[in-house]
């Protein structure tokens, strides 16, 4: 696999019957990656800032007890602009590595697993989770991603971004619930992470940076940074999705530019066997 992480997934989506802009490309690709619907194409914000507890409180009303995980999972991160996904200049800088394990085999619905109990572990499951639900185009696998790999409490079949991601991304290509062989692939490639928090040691919150690369047939590729974080929850022998809220978004930065590593991103490796 080599020193630099390779967890590239593509998949295959039928081209659209109108000509694709690069503005409009770049809105399909918010759509495409949990959580950056809401970073990308700016559509959810508000729902973001209800979630994190931006909104303005109920006067006179006392605020709902936090656990050290929802204070964790709900901690605001940097805001990004568009622009910040696109690709860019790179910095010189360093950022560090964050080593991440392999997998040691195949969960449910395809998802790769056996990564240890460590933070590490949680930010490669997630990188697992988050791949195989967008790699398969659609809404049904989706669904069945997150009934196998969010423990009770968490997100559900109707309520997970990444379901929303991908029937998102279904809807604005303008086709049903599952994808057709077509002429646009999606290539989807965890670069960079770092780890948010921990409670104790069953409990993380990772984040990841993706490149996700858009490319039409008869027409150069399209790239975009995209990011995801989740509650990860240390469940039997295996991390999954854990109860509560979708954390507070990470931001969408391109992978070795500067503000990518003042958000404190780091390159995500794999160490060779």
């Keep these: 696999m080599g020193a630099r992480s390779r967890l590239a997934v593509e998949t295959v989506l039928v081209d659209p019957p109108t000509e694709w802009t690069r503005r ?25 800032n209800l979630v994190t507890g931006a909104s303005d409180p109920v006067p006179d009303s006392e605020p709902a007890p936090r656990s050290a995980q929802d204070r964790l999972a709900n901690e605001p991160l940097p805001e990004a602009p568009l622009e910040a996904a696109q690709p860019g200049s790179l910095s010189s800088s360093e950022s560090g590595t964050l080593q991440i394990p392999a997998p040691t ?34 809404v049904r696998v989706a669904q ?23 029937a998102t991304l279904l809807e604005s290509a303008g086709m049903s619930a599952d994808a ?32 996700v690369t858009a490319t039409l047939a008869a027409g150069p590729p399209q790239h975009v940074a ?3 974080c989740q509650r990860m929850l240390w469940q039997g022998d295996r991390w999954v999705i854990g ?15 500067q503000a990518s590593f003042d958000a404190g991103y780091q390159w995500l490796e794999v160490p060779q066997s």
């Design 105 to 138: 085999r195949v969960g449910e619905v395809g998802v790769a697993t056996g990564f240890p109990r460590t933070p590490e572990g949680a930010l490669a499951q997630l990188a697992a989770i988050d791949a195989t639900a967008l790699s398969s185009a659609s």
């Design 226 to 228: 995209a990011a995801d």
């Design 24 to 48: 409009r490309l770049q809105v399909l690709l918010g759509g495409c990656l949990v959580v950056a619907l809401a970073l990308l194409a700016g559509a959810a914000w508000s729902v973001a």
């Design 180 to 211: 057709r062989d077509g002429a646009l692939t999606i290539a989807v490639e965890p670069k960079m992470g770092f780890v948010k928090g921990t409670v104790d040691e069953d409990f993380v919150v990772p984040c990841i940076d993706f490149i």
């Design 243 to 257: 109860p509560g809220d979708e954390p507070a978004p990470a931001p969408s930065l391109w992978p070795g530019s």
């Design 144 to 166: 069945d991603v997150i009934v196998q790999w969010a423990a009770p409490g968490g997100p559900t079949t109707e309520n997970w971004s990444g379901v929303q991601a991908v």
